[in-house]
T-cell receptor
């Protein structure tokens, strides 16, 4: 399977600031990347799907101007939480998949805490 | 729409006990089915998968069989260990489209 990393693993920021989270596919050409958020003791909720070089497709209820996603290459996607507020505090997880493949490989997650 | 229903937790078992975590799905067509495991503070790891009816996925002593008749993909292990303590997610997808997850089942194994 693919090795996926996320950076940072943990971030604490003040309300109103922006935070960027990186997702890297280390040994796999990730034509599609997914971003999820997970609240404590709950399942993963898909936020958006991005294909390399294209604009991300956001799930209903996810604000695209607040959660900026860039998938600039086959190995890197970034999620920027703009003007973060305490309610944005969550565990953000990315996953990658390849062309025609049905398996997603997940990163270790980034825990965001907004004070 | 597609959905996955899995056994509510938490589940607590003694070491070496037999484990079953139930999972059923609703979907139009025949999706691929997955079990993912999440250890504390970590992301998800693929545990096993099956892509068509009657396929059996297996890994690390865990097994699950894709049952089209009952639209189920129950996870089983014959003898659990303390290190199996984690949250288990059942999921489905079509091709490389998004995964639809169940709510997760927290498993705790006591020595």
């Amino acid at each position: 399977g693919a090795v996926v990393s996320q950076h940072p693993s943990r971030v604490i920021c003040k309300s109103g600031t922006s935070v960027k989270i990186e997702c890297r596919s280390l040994d796999f050409q990730a034509t599609t990347m997914f971003w999820y958020r997970q609240f404590p003791k709950q399942s993963l909720m898909l936020m958006a799907t991005s294909n390399e070089g294209s604009k991300a497709t956001y799930e209903q209820g996810v604000e695209k101007d607040k959660f900026l996603i860039n998938h600039a290459s086959l190995t890197l996607s970034t999620l920027t939480v703009t003007s973060a507020h305490p309610e944005d505090s969550s565990f953000y997880i990315c996953s990658v998949s390849g062309s025609g493949r049905d398996t997603q490989y997940f990163g270790p997650g980034t825990r965001l805490t907004v004070l | 729409g597609n959905s996955v229903t899995q056994m509510e937790g938490p589940v607590t078992l003694s070491e070496e006990a037999f484990l079953t975590i139930n999972c059923t799905y609703t979907a139009t067509g025949y999706p691929s089915l997955f079990w993912y495991v999440q250890y504390p503070g970590e992301g998800l790891q693929l545990l096993l998968k099956a892509t068509k009816a009657d396929d059996k996925g297996s890994n690390k002593g865990f097994e699950a069989t894709y049952r089209k008749e009952t639209t189920s993909f129950h996870l089983e292990k014959g003898s659990v260990q303390v290190s199996d303590s984690a949250v288990y997610f059942c999921a489905l997808s079509f091709g490389n489209e998004k995964l639809t997850f169940g709510t997760g089942t927290r498993l705790t194994i006591i020595p």
